[in-house]
């Protein structure tokens, strides 16, 4: 037999550098693997962050397109409140306002009520306005269905017309009885710009106190445009969690001041908005007003990591 003599081995220094080259590989490509996956992780939380501030805010901002703006105010707790017209603090943890029903104004194919008062009418009168085009029925129907509550209606509702956007800081809040100043019903006070009503017929409104009971429009002054409200709104956080700093940023509605009721009853409905909500923050400058959300991961412990968003609403 003869041998292969042309069979080549390795050598002691190819088996060594190839060792070398396999450790630095196993040192570093670890590394970069984790560095990767850690990269990855990170853009992750990040885009999430980033969906969820942002859609928290477009939430807050939208409800607040539709505010009567002289009616919004900062509730630092149930017993204080600062109107908003010229807020600069961020110390309160309540954004209240009462919000005008877009939804009915919008109706289907035409609106449930008109926003015109007919004074000329023989038909409108201290006890009754009459409300041209305007269905009452469908506005009952509406309100059940946006409220998800049949107890819920037309009764709830209350109208207004004396320049609500004025920013005039005695609107509606009564700052020295935390009540509105319709608390007691309609009164002599010209200065109430929000009446409760009920309907009085398919475009009639009658005007009722705040417990419902038939009253009168005697010493108001009523003017040919108005607008309906059915419930005011409050945004803030719930349920602080303080080993790791966040909160449920939620939306209390369906509630009616001109009644006497408030957002922190327990009839009141909520809807949550957003949870891991580190900060809620707003300020505002006459009718404009800046909210800020910030959220965090659950996914991230032991950092101060958030995502803040913002916006400033007419």
Same mark, same amino acid.
């Given at each position: 037999m003869q041998l292969n003599k042309n069979r080549k081995a390795f050598t002691m220094i190819e088996l060594v550098f190839v060792i070398v080259i396999m450790g630095i590989l196993a040192k570093f490509g670890v590394e970069f693997v984790g560095q990767a996956y850690s990269s990855f992780i990170n853009s992750k939380i990040n885009n999430e962050l980033q969906s969820n501030? $942002?859609?928290?805010?477009?939430?807050?901002?939208?409800?607040?397109?539709?505010?009567? *703006?002289?009616?919004? !105010? $900062?509730?630092?707790?149930?017993n204080s409140f600062t109107p908003l017209k010229d807020y600069t603090n961020t &110390?309160?943890? !309540?954004?209240?306002?009462?919000?005008?029903?877009? #939804?009915?104004?919008?109706?289907? &194919?035409?609106?449930?009520?008109?926003? !015109?008062i007919d004074l000329n009418s023989t038909l409108t009168h201290s006890t009754q306005l009459?409300?041209?085009? &305007?269905?009452? =029925?469908? @506005?009952?129907? /509406? !309100? *059940? @269905? /946006? %409220?998800?509550?049949?107890t819920s209606g037309i009764k709830d509702t209350a109208i207004y017309f004396i320049n609500p956007d004025s920013l005039d800081t005695n609107w509606g809040w009564d700052g020295d009885t935390n009540k509105f100043l319709t608390q007691e019903g309609i009164d002599t006070n010209n200065l109430n710009a929000i009446h409760p009503i009920d309907s009085n017929g398919t475009s009639a409104? *009658?005007?009722?106190? %705040?417990?419902?009971?038939?009253?009168?429009?005697?010493?108001?002054?009523?003017?040919?445009?108005?607008? /309906? =409200?059915?419930?005011?709104?409050?945004?803030?956080?719930?349920?602080? #969690? $303080?080993?790791?700093?966040?909160?449920? /940023? &939620?939306?209390? +509605?369906? +509630?009616?001041?001109?009644?006497?009721?408030r957002y922190t009853d327990a009839n009141t409905k909520s809807s949550i908005i957003m949870e891991n909500v580190s900060s809620f923050r707003f300020i505002a400058r006459e009718s404009l007003v800046k909210i800020q959300v910030c959220v965090k991961s659950s996914l991230i412990k032991d950092e101060e990591y958030s995502i803040c968003k913002e916006k400033t609403i007419f």
């Open positions: 501030s $942002a859609t928290a805010v477009e939430f807050v901002a939208t409800r607040l397109q539709h505010r009567i *703006k002289a009616s919004t !105010i $900062a509730r630092e707790d149930n &110390t309160a943890n !309540i954004l209240e306002w009462v919000g005008y029903d877009v #939804d009915g104004l919008r109706g289907d &194919t035409n609106p449930y009520w008109s926003g !015109i009459t409300s041209p085009e &305007t269905n009452t =029925a469908n @506005i009952d129907a /509406l !309100i *059940k @269905i /946006l %409220s998800d509550d049949t409104f *009658k005007p009722v106190n %705040s417990a419902g009971v038939n009253n009168t429009f005697t010493n108001v002054f009523a003017y040919e445009f108005y607008q /309906l =409200a059915w419930s005011a709104y409050a945004v803030g956080i719930d349920d602080w #969690d $303080a080993a790791t700093k966040t909160g449920t /940023l &939620t939306l209390w +509605y369906d +509630y009616q001041p001109w009644k006497g009721e």
